[in-house]
């Protein structure tokens, strides 16, 4: 019988396989949390520089102005959320087992360009 050594797997090859898959979906699971934190901070700064507008040339309205104050506040927590998303990697447990942020609630934008879209779809 003859064996070809070239094809023996260790104990210690398999953990490190499996340790590389977990490292690789950390990742992937850290880059979308990223892109979608960001996506929502640019998505809630636009509307809350358009109220400005409005509210900076006297032309918004009460509600334009109760609008913009609860964004700010959303706004906020979005970009506490992504500074913490930022953190995840120094965290012992990090890859194996990370602890994840909670997200915020996505705001819902009336005016929202792309949202207005995807309602005419």
């Known amino acids: 019988m003859n064996i070809d050594w070239t094809q023996l797997i260790t ?8 340790k590389e898959a977990q490292l690789t979906q950390a990742k992937a699971e850290l880059a979308t949390k990223n892109l979608k934190a960001a996506g929502q901070i640019v998505r809630i700064q636009d509307r809350t520089e ?7 040339a006297g ?14 506040v959303n706004l ?6 992504k500074f913490a998303l930022g953190k995840v990697t120094v965290q012992p447990t990090w890859y194996e087992a990370p602890v994840w942020p909670v997200e915020p609630a996505i705001p819902v934008i009336v005016a ?9 779809m």
């Open 50 to 56: 358009t109220l400005g507008y409005g509210i900076d």
């Open 76 to 81: 906020k927590a979005w970009k506490t959320y």
């Open 11 to 18: 104990r210690a090859m398999k953990e490190a396989i499996v």
């Open 112 to 120: 929202d360009p792309d949202a207005r879209a995807a309602d005419q």
């Open 59 to 72: 032309e918004a309205t009460e509600e334009d102005e109760v609008e913009q104050a609860a964004l700010l």
